[in-house]
């Protein structure tokens, strides 16, 4: 499974957290879930903890999980 890449992020100075994905906005943090995200991302790989967070992630699956008989919707 490939590594995630992509993914930055902008702290504001409100205190808000803008997370992006390839120039894309993928998601918006503030309080204290922005406090945790910035924890996080300077403890582990950044990019690991923002695909994490944003949810933009793959799991390695999809492909087995798409050609699994159950999914072929009568054609066998």
Same mark, same amino acid.
């Given at each position: 499974?490939? =590594?995630? /890449?992509?993914? +930055?992020? #902008? !702290?504001?100075? &409100? ?8 120039? =894309?906005?993928?998601?918006?943090? !503030?309080? +204290? !879930?922005? *406090?945790?995200?910035?924890? #996080?991302?300077?403890?582990? &790989? ?5 695909? $994490?967070?944003?949810? +933009?992630?793959?799991?390695?699956? *999809? =492909?087995?999980? !798409?050609? /699994? ?5 009568? $054609? =066998?």
């Amino acid at each position: 499974m490939p =590594r995630p /890449h992509g993914f +930055s992020y #902008e !702290r504001r100075a &409100d205190g808000t957290v803008v997370l992006t994905h390839q120039g =894309r906005a993928a998601g918006t943090l !503030r309080g +204290s !879930r922005a *406090e945790k995200f910035l924890a #996080e991302v300077a403890s582990g &790989d950044a990019q690991l903890v923002m695909a $994490r967070w944003t949810g +933009s992630y793959k799991f390695g699956n *999809e =492909r087995t999980a !798409r050609n /699994h008989p159950r999914h072929q919707g009568g $054609r =066998r």
